[in-house]
Each structure stands twice: as C-alpha cells, then as structure tokens.
C-alpha cells in the first residue's frame, strides 16, 4: 500500500543537476567551463518545464521529449562553439 507520493520539484531532494553535468563533460571529453554547464543545465531544465505538459497530455512522445529537450538544451552551445573554433554554422 502507497501511504506517500513526495514530488520533488525544486530539485531539493534529488540533484538532477550533478548527474547531468557529469554525463555532459564526458560525452564532450573535455572540460566546459562552469558558466557554459550552467547554462546548458538552465536551458534543459526550462525546456522540461515549458513542455512536460505536452507528454503528459500525449500531444509529444515521451521519445520525441527526451530527444527534444537535450537538443534543445546544446543547441546555443554547440552555436558558440563553432563560431569559437572558426566553422560555419
């Protein structure tokens, strides 16, 4: 029997945020400035705000969600660091 159900919806008891830099700075091999991680956690974060609405009232696939909010998420980043490294966009 469920006696609880605990939303945790300030990150307070899970941090979602030590996770999700960890796999960015893997995946890029390479060290990304705490400003650029903020940043790109910041957009992933609003995104899923802005739209988990939509999966819920099936309107976006949980697939489409998950794939959209992390391109979502590095699409000014990757923008920067092109433009960083000399390549067109």
Do not use: C
Not at 21 to 43: G, W
Request: charged share 20%; hydrophobic share 40%; net charge neutral.
């Amino acid at each position: 029997m469920i006696k609880a159900i605990i939303f945790d919806l300030d990150d307070t008891l899970y941090d979602q945020k030590s996770p999700f830099v960890a796999a960015l700075t893997k995946t890029y091999q390479s060290v990304l400035s705490q400003d650029e991680l903020a940043k790109i956690f910041n957009r992933f974060h609003d995104f899923n705000e802005q739209t988990f609405n939509q999966v819920m009232d099936t309107t976006m696939s949980l697939e489409a969600w998950q794939t959209a909010r992390i391109r979502h998420a590095l699409a000014t980043h990757r923008q920067t660091r092109q433009y960083r490294l000399g390549h067109s966009i």
